[in-house]
């Protein structure tokens, strides 16, 4: 917006005058019609006072009023307002954008649905529909930064890749964002059309500051980053892939919270920052400042005409001429106000507008759809972490529902945690989660005795064989037998020819059917080189 502001100015600004004759042609008709004014130098004033009829106070659209206000959009009109050149010819048209996307750990945290990592993953699925072919890079990072895509406009490719990425890709743990922007840095020094590098994370550690605040004082530096937060300032448990809750050395689980504050510290350093929406703004957002970025770069690389912005005045002067043909000239603006009010529905996603929202909190929503039996479209609109559970408990949705409770470290949110993994058949776990609730509460005798209940359903340890156990790990084998032609082998060399063609073939089918695997071993690789190059 504000460089949107900056860039504003008028084409002929001379025409701007006419805007001085509303307020005399308003004051010349306001005199004219003073009755007072005409008749005093022929009547009494104290005779005139009684002749005179006052009109009703209330306010009408009158040609008057028409007239000033065609002065006041028709002046900026002829003026030519504008904010931005034209395309240059033969230039590309479509920006190029690189994606660094986080790995890290805390990528798995479950404070969004279903997973930090899986809601970004789905943000940018929607950001390459809207960028409607345009040149997109994919660059994945942990405590290591590795390449997945360079420039491509194959969607379908970018979907695939994009699908197979999880935090358990990357061997190097931790999150080293600094050596992330430099290996993009270095992939698009190549590059003739600048760019922009967005940073999907939960977090840019305070160490990668000042590699950030080199990249953005660097004066040959055509590209430019943006940086979109995933995650909540409440936070929430890590929940990885591969087994349970992520503890620390305690034995308590790990919270994971996104520091909005210092996300939007960057804006110091030149660096635009947004959020994960529930919305499209974030997309278009995003999309609208890497396309104008790249404008931006070629109006100040090439000389071209400023684009005449004043044919969108059209629209509400004709709107207000066709008012010119009305009887009477009146129109009463409260009515006309009132059916604006009531055909419209308020601004923003009209799609999620919902008229419960006017008098019901999300909370009431959900109470309400619960108490029906609607437990699906109730879970839709619980905000409280307990009642969600609850709502997804209700419709059998187990998993998530353990999702809800854990974003709550209340003794109710462990006991119906208990509650859904007994349910789910996971008992020791389920035991666990009783404890902690019994730790947070006691007496509970619901808990006391849900506990006492899984503790019984858990199989005890088959005792293993005797004959086993008592076996000694280094009693002498009976026979050893000794290969005798092994010295008399002779050692050969065996040539394997192969189609190129078919051995491209091959490697991308293995890419297309495992890409998780093919980058796991790439990166494996890559990170040793790094270590012992």
């Known amino acids: 917006m504000s460089e949107w502001w900056a860039a504003l100015h008028f084409l002929r ?66 003026a030519g307002p504008t904010w931005k050149r034209e395309q240059p010819p033969f230039t590309e048209d479509k920006a190029p954008l690189v994606i660094a996307l986080d790995l890290s750990q805390t990528m798995d945290a479950i404070d969004l649905d279903p997973t930090r990592l899986e ?68 992939f ?59 503890t620390d050395r305690f034995g308590r689980r790990v919270y994971a919270k996104l520091d909005v504050s210092a996300l ?34 070629q109006q100040r690389d090439s000389q071209t005409r400023w684009v005449d912005e004043g044919y969108w005045f059209t629209i509400p002067i004709a709107a207000i001429a066709i008012f010119w043909f009305r009887k009477g000239w009146t129109v009463r603006w409260t009515s006309a106000a009132l059916a604006v009010i009531f055909v419209l529905p308020p601004s923003g996603d009209l799609s999620r507008f919902s008229w419960m929202d006017l008098w019901l909190t999300h909370d009431q929503q959900g109470y309400y759809y619960f108490e029906r039996g609607e437990y699906k479209e109730a879970a839709g609109k619980f905000e409280d972490p307990i009642w969600k559970g609850l709502t997804l408990s209700r419709a059998g949705d187990y998993e998530d529902a353990l999702n809800a409770f854990a974003l709550s470290d209340t003794a109710e949110a462990w006991y119906n945690q208990g509650n859904a993994l007994a349910h789910m058949g996971k008992y020791p776990h389920a035991v666990q989660a009783y404890q902690q609730a019994l730790v947070r509460r006691h007496p509970w005798p619901e808990a006391q005795e849900n506990l006492a209940l899984v503790e019984s359903l858990i199989p005890k340890a088959k005792n293993k064989d005797k004959d086993q156990q008592e ?63």
């Not at 030149?270 to 997309?283: F, G, K, P, R, Y």
């Open 13 to 78: 600004p001379q025409w701007l005058w006419l805007l001085l004759a509303i307020p005399i042609i308003y004051l010349s008709f306001h005199l004219r019609d003073d009755i007072h004014a005409r008749w005093e130098r022929y009547i009494d004033p104290e005779l005139l006072d009684h002749l005179i009829v006052a009109r009703k106070r209330h306010w009408r659209f009158r040609p008057i009023h028409m007239v000033c206000l065609l002065i006041l959009l028709g002046a900026p009109a002829i």
């Open 119 to 186: 809601r970004a993953k789905l943000k940018l699925r929607d950001l390459l529909k809207v960028r409607d072919g345009g040149r997109t890079a994919l660059f994945v990072y942990a405590g290591t930064a590795h390449m997945v895509l360079p420039f491509t406009t194959d969607f379908s490719l970018l979907d695939l890749y994009l699908s197979s990425l999880s935090t358990s890709l990357i061997p190097s743990t931790g999150k080293n964002t600094a050596k992330a922007l430099h290996a993009v840095e270095n």
């Open 188 to 246: 698009l020094n190549d590059e003739s059309v600048p760019g922009t590098i967005l940073f999907v994370t939960d977090e840019i550690e305070p160490q990668a500051l000042p590699a950030f605040r080199q990249f953005t004082t660097q004066g040959d530096n055509q590209n430019d980053i943006l940086v979109m937060g995933v995650g909540t300032s409440g936070g929430g448990p890590v929940r990885p892939a591969s087994n349970g809750f992520l």
């Open 264 to 297: 939007r510290s960057l804006s110091r350093i030149d660096i635009a920052v947004t959020t994960l929406t529930l919305n499209d703004n974030d997309i278009e957002w995003i999309q609208r400042r890497v396309q104008h970025h790249l404008q931006a770069v």
């Open 471 to 533: 076996e000694a790990p280094n009693l002498p084998p009976d026979q050893v037998k000794f290969d005798e032609q092994g010295e008399q082998g002779k050692k050969t060399q065996m040539r394997i020819k192969l189609d190129p063609k078919k051995m491209a073939e091959i490697w991308m089918r293995n890419i297309q059917t495992t890409p998780a695997d093919f980058l796991r071993r790439r990166f494996a690789m890559q990170a040793a080189e790094e270590r012992h190059p």
